[in-house]
């Protein structure tokens, strides 16, 4: 059997068995869909659930997606003619976006890649959004995407209104993009002046990691996290408490370093906290991102909201096929953990999967369906 049709199939009883949740506003909202491409079709609208799912179970798209942005007439085009009404603020975290030391093949995922994915979506939620933004737990939905990543809605009625130049900023804060540190260590007449812990911003919380690193770091972190030579470190510390004293009142001469060092230790700490996020999806307010609780037809897994970031395991609570036995034969040898068993595929050896891993399999190339 084709893989297309193999999935077409499963996803068909799927769809005619399970009802998938109409995300909020349904009626403002552009969905697209796709089985070839991720988007083949776009510029749909369904007025309630009900409609929602008599498309998924006529059509059995490989993939559905709705629009972070609100429309009055979401079906009209060009873009214009939709009249736009707002957009949730969206921030993506996918696999594919970072440079790890993973020797798989593009397509496929580890606990390296999901694991530096985890990080980033976390860091942008517990440093930035909620203690420097102001946002509360409960406003942070964050979606596994069925495949290599998360993102985070936000749907709040005050962040709707943003427009793209609103959202640039906010993208630009997060990961630090635009930060000038001569603005921020200068000299000022003979004294060198720069931020003070208790600033706002990153000039605060520049000035709050390298005090608190000078505090108690060792010459080796101090070089490392500073940019700066072992000898430098030691000059550093040589004078601690001096100098974490004087930044304090943002007096940065209580050592004497150039303005330049001190300079570049601003960019590369501020590098160091900031958080690699995927600018032109925050960007966009007309953005398509995957309807959530709808199956990826590139493996099979449920897109879904996950609840406890830090216990989600990529590989084993979104699984939600069946498990009925399907013949395969592997095109290529390679271990598959999915749910709470490794499968050992070796190319050429024909075996049975359950249905879900076989999904996975067969969507990512991995094996052709027998019979
Ligand atoms: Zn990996």
């Not at 060792?218 to 940019?227: D, N, P, T, V």
Request: proline share 5%; hydrophobic share 35%.
């Amino acid at each position: 059997m084709e893989t297309s049709e193999f999935i077409h199939n499963v996803l068909r009883s799927y769809y005619s068995s399970h009802t998938v949740p109409a995300p909020p506003d349904i009626a403002e909202r552009e969905f697209g869909a796709g089985v070839d491409k991720k988007i083949d079709w776009r510029h749909m609208s369904f007025m309630n659930e009900q409609q929602l799912n008599a498309y998924l179970r006529a059509n059995v798209p490989f993939y559905i997606s709705y629009s972070a942005g609100y429309y009055e007439f979401p079906e009209a085009r060009p873009m214009q003619k939709k009249n736009w009404l707002g957009a949730d603020l969206i921030f993506d975290f996918d696999a594919d976006e970072y440079e790890t030391n993973c020797t798989h093949p593009k397509n496929m995922v580890c606990d390296i890649c999901m694991g530096r994915v985890k990080e980033e979506c976390i860091k942008v939620m517990e440093e930035f959004l909620i203690p420097e933004f102001g946002f509360e737990k409960k406003d942070l939905h964050v979606m596994f995407s069925g495949n290599r990543g998360y993102h985070i809605h936000i749907r709040r009625e005050d962040v709707r209104e943003l427009d793209q130049n609103a959202r640039k900023e906010i993208i630009d804060y997060i990961t630090a993009s635009g930060l000038k540190p001569e603005r921020h260590i200068r000299r000022v007449g003979k004294r060198l002046v720069g931020p003070k812990p208790s600033d706002w911003g990153w000039p605060g919380k520049v000035a709050r990691r390298i005090s608190a690193e000078i505090s108690s770091g060792s010459e080796k972190s101090i070089a490392r996290i500073m940019g700066v030579s072992p000898a430098t470190a030691r000059k550093i510390l040589a004078k601690k408490e001096a100098v974490v004293g004087g930044i304090a009142h943002g007096d940065w001469d209580q050592v004497s370093l150039s303005p330049k060092t001190w300079q570049r230790a601003f960019g590369l700490v501020a590098v160091g906290m900031s958080a690699d996020v995927d600018r032109a999806v925050t960007m966009d307010t007309s953005r398509l991102i995957r309807l959530p609780n709808s199956i990826h037809g590139g493996t099979g897994l449920v897109a879904c909201e996950v609840p406890d970031i830090e216990r989600f395991a990529y590989y084993k609570d979104p699984v939600v096929l069946g498990d009925g036995e399907v013949r395969v034969i592997p095109t290529a040898t390679m271990d598959i953990p999915l749910k709470d068993k490794v499968f050992e595929l070796e190319k050429g050896k024909q075996t049975s999967l359950p249905e879900y891993a076989a999904f996975y399999c067969a969507a990512k190339g991995l094996v052709k369906i027998w019979g």
